[in-house]
DNA sequence: GCGACAG
DNA sequence: ATCTTGTCGC
């Protein structure tokens, strides 16, 4: 795969978030993606596992038929962990291993499914905006935690959100994906709107909180990780 | 200064 | 993210 701007680890935080300023205005939250659960497009969901013992993070790409969820294609890489995990920079700990994976399929992703979030961040470049403008894809991040944002709260069903707010500006959805479950927490990355990186995450969930994308790319990097680093040697 | 803090 | 057994409920 090749890449609109390529990725370098930065030695300091300070530069990591510079880097973070210089690629967001090449952010696009329009609809030039895929139309949610449209026929014949494929999703991928990336999850990455890691051995902070062996300082060593496995990533996963899983690729599913929008439609059906039938699974079209996977990949994994492990790497050694290039950066450490800090509130707001979490793409430099995640990118080069999902980098990696994404570069090792052999379908080509209509849309990518991020753990984590998009638009809603600090600077407004979560790791699915990261993604998304590095390779040019549609993305968009699905969170298990609201981080820093408010929220009020959704209603109680499947379907239900509730805006989530940093001041008077919306970034991302709390989406009820299953009735009286916690809800997760949705940004729209790159080449989406809002409404449908909710609309996406809903198409891709099926009887279990997480879209079956994040579950399956889940399962598959925490065994690369067991493959890789045996629970001896 | 104190707490909060995606994975 | 990861460390970890049983347990309540459909």
Same mark, same amino acid.
Request: net charge neutral; proline share 9%; hydrophobic share 40%.
């Given at each position: 795969?090749?890449?609109?701007?390529?990725?370098?680890?930065?030695?300091?935080?300070?530069?990591?978030?510079?880097?973070?300023?210089?690629?967001?205005?090449?952010?696009?939250?329009?609809?030039?993606?895929?139309?949610?659960?449209?026929?014949?497009?494929?999703?991928?969901?990336?999850?990455?596992?890691?051995?902070?013992?062996?300082?060593?993070?496995?990533?996963?790409?899983?690729?599913?038929?929008?439609?059906?969820?039938?699974?079209?294609?996977?990949?994994?890489?492990?790497?050694?962990?290039?950066?450490?995990?800090?509130?707001?920079? @979490? *793409?430099?700990?995640?990118?080069?291993?999902?980098?990696?994976? %994404? #570069?090792? &399929? /052999?379908?080509? =992703?209509?849309?990518? $499914?991020?753990?984590?979030?998009? @638009? *809603?961040?600090?600077?407004?470049?979560?790791?699915?905006?990261? %993604? #998304?403008? &590095? /390779?040019?894809? =549609?993305?968009?991040? $699905?969170?298990?935690?609201?981080?820093?944002?408010?929220?009020?709260?959704?209603?109680?069903?499947?379907?239900?959100?509730?805006?989530?707010?940093?001041?008077?500006?919306? $970034?991302?959805?709390?989406?009820?994906?299953?009735?009286?479950?916690?809800?997760?927490?949705?940004?729209?990355?790159?080449?989406?709107?809002?409404?449908?990186?909710?609309?996406?995450?809903?198409?891709?969930?099926?009887?279990?909180?997480?879209?079956?994308?994040?579950?399956?790319?889940?399962?598959?990097?925490?065994?690369?990780?067991?493959?890789?680093?045996?629970?001896?040697?």
């Amino acid at each position: 795969m090749r890449l609109l701007h390529p990725h370098t680890t930065p030695a300091t935080e300070a530069e990591a978030r510079a880097v973070q300023e210089r690629l967001r205005p090449h952010t696009l939250l329009d609809g030039s993606g895929p139309a949610p659960g449209a026929p014949g497009t494929v999703v991928v969901g990336v999850d990455v596992a890691y051995d902070d013992a062996r300082d060593t993070v496995a990533a996963a790409a899983v690729a599913l038929d929008a439609a059906t969820l039938a699974e079209v294609g996977h990949a994994t890489a492990v790497d050694r962990v290039a950066f450490p995990y800090v509130p707001g920079l @979490l *793409a430099f700990r995640e990118l080069p291993a999902v980098l990696a994976a %994404l #570069g090792r &399929l /052999t379908t080509t =992703p209509d849309l990518v $499914v991020c753990d984590g979030y998009g @638009l *809603a961040h600090p600077r407004r470049f979560g790791l699915a905006s990261h %993604l #998304g403008v &590095l /390779t040019g894809l =549609p993305a968009i991040g $699905v969170a298990k935690n609201p981080f820093t944002f408010r929220h009020p709260p959704p209603g109680p069903r499947r379907g239900d959100w509730a805006p989530l707010l940093d001041g008077d500006e919306e $970034v991302g959805r709390a989406l009820r994906t299953r009735d009286g479950v916690k809800p997760v927490f949705v940004s729209p990355g790159h080449r989406t709107t809002l409404a449908d990186a909710c609309a996406h995450t809903l198409a891709l969930t099926r009887g279990y909180r997480l879209p079956e994308t994040t579950r399956l790319a889940d399962r598959l990097c925490r065994q690369a990780l067991r493959d890789a680093s045996p629970s001896d040697g």
